[in-house]
């Protein structure tokens, strides 16, 4: 059956028709915008980096010693307390040890006993020398009248006086043998003496450098054995250096390879609310068995007494750092093994993956050394989301947490 449609209801199905195909299209077009994924990203920046690790450590003495006596005997007396600030070389106690001061007397004794017995030796070295020489020249005089005039002098004078000429000769030898002998026996008493006065220096405990007197363990009277014969004696006192201190850190093994000598540190000491800059100067050179740690050591200049061995500090140690690279967070980089790369957008919209090669990683950003250029833009999250060619609508990472936020409520 064949209808027949009046001019009117043709145009209005033309205009519908028309509007059905537009909406159409439309649809598809908006389709095509959803299709597009929405991509965070980050700017690639050029900045100053450094990598750094936060420590807590102890304020230690710079030098700290138990003075013991070297002999055994009594404290005559005890100069010092504990909290007493002392000079180098300075006396800090007496001991009275009796038997020490009697050998340094025999041992000078047996030095002036010596210098006689030189003396003694000496003048007969110098006796037999003169005997020596007179009988030489008798004996000179007649064996040149003998050898003028042959027969002038009898044989058995000009004998005689050659035996009596090698006896003095012989008595001046046998003299200066004795002297040399002598010289040694008063060398050899010096050094008794010399090991005696030592000894009695000894009694005499004086401060080996300058410090602080932080403990006191005997009093005036007490019985002190010498330290070098017993591992257990008691000492006098204990002396510290604290004008200059050992900030003493330890540092865990994955970063021991970072810590250089030279390396900067800021220092907190919450007892005191002190801030301080210092540098590693030295370390242990290997892990603590134990704890599997490197010792790092900060000197700290303490010459003001504001701090005190035994406080803790809160230090934070520059083990990497760059004055001006190129970095991106630490979420934009992909990682599979060894490989590293990132993932641009670019201009086009369209995804690149690149290969980079990366330097410091500090806890939020890492140093991008090549693969990219600075202003370029990296995703920054579900990597693995994206395929290089993909089509995407970027947007900067902060706007995009924002947007999924408001999503979420």
């Known amino acids: 059956m064949l209808f027949r449609l009046s001019s009117g209801a043709g145009l209005l199905f033309a205009v519908v028709l028309a509007i059905g195909i537009n909406g159409c299209r439309e649809s598809a077009k908006d389709s095509n915008q959803r299709s597009v994924s929405i991509a965070p990203v980050a700017i ?9 690790v ?5 304020l230690l003495p710079y030098q700290e010693v138990d003075l013991h006596a070297k002999v055994s005997g009594y404290i005559r007396e005890i100069k010092v307390d504990i909290g007493d600030r002392v000079k180098a070389g300075q006396l800090l106690a007496v001991l009275d040890v009796p038997e020490i001061s009697a ?12 210098k006689q017995e030189i003396e003694r030796t000496r003048s007969m070295l110098a006796r037999a020398e003169a005997d020596h020489s007179a009988l030489h020249a008798a004996f000179t005089r007649l064996e040149q009248a003998s050898n003028t005039s042959p027969g002038l002098i009898a044989q058995q004078e000009l004998d005689d ?3 009596r000429d090698s006896a003095s000769g012989a008595q001046v030898d046998a003299a200066a043998s004795e002297l040399a002998a002598m010289q040694q026996g008063y060398v050899a008493a010096q050094s008794e003496h010399l090991q005696y006065t ?15 007197i932080t403990w006191r363990f005997a009093d005036k009277g007490a019985l002190l054995q010498a330290g070098t014969s ?25 970063l021991a390879g970072l810590v250089r000598v030279g390396s900067k540190a800021a220092i907190h000491i919450e007892a005191v609310h002190q801030d301080l800059e210092g540098v590693v100067v030295r ?4 892990l603590d068995p134990t704890t599997r740690t490197l010792q ?5 200049d303490n010459h003001s007494a504001a701090l005190t061995p035994g406080m803790y500090a809160d230090v934070t140690l520059k083990l990497d750092a760059a004055s001006d690279t190129l970095s991106v967070p630490v979420t934009a980089v992909a990682r599979s093994g060894t490989e590293r790369a990132v993932f641009v957008v670019r201009s086009d919209g369209a995804v690149e993956k690149r290969s980079v090669t990366t330097g410091i990683e500090t806890a939020d950003r890492v140093e991008i050394r090549s693969g990219v250029a600075a202003g370029e833009q990296v995703i920054t999250n579900n990597l693995g989301s994206y395929q290089p060619g993909q089509k995407v609508r970027a947007i900067a990472a902060s706007s995009a947490s924002t947007s999924s936020a408001g999503k979420g409520n």
């Open 44 to 52: 690639v920046e050029r900045g100053p980096l450094a990598n750094s």
């Open 54 to 58: 936060h420590v807590a450590g102890e």
């Open 103 to 114: 050998q340094v007397s025999g041992a000078q004794a047996g030095i002036d006993r010596s």
């Open 161 to 163: 006086a050659r035996a």
């Open 198 to 212: 030592s000894l009695a220096d000894y009694a005499r405990i004086a401060a080996p450098f300058a410090g602080v």
């Open 230 to 254: 017993n591992a257990s004696s008691m000492p006098v006192v204990k002396l510290a250096e604290v004008d200059k201190l050992r900030l003493r850190l330890p540092v865990q093994e994955s």
């Open 283 to 286: 370390t242990t050179g290997e």
């Open 296 to 300: 790092v050591e900060i000197e700290v």
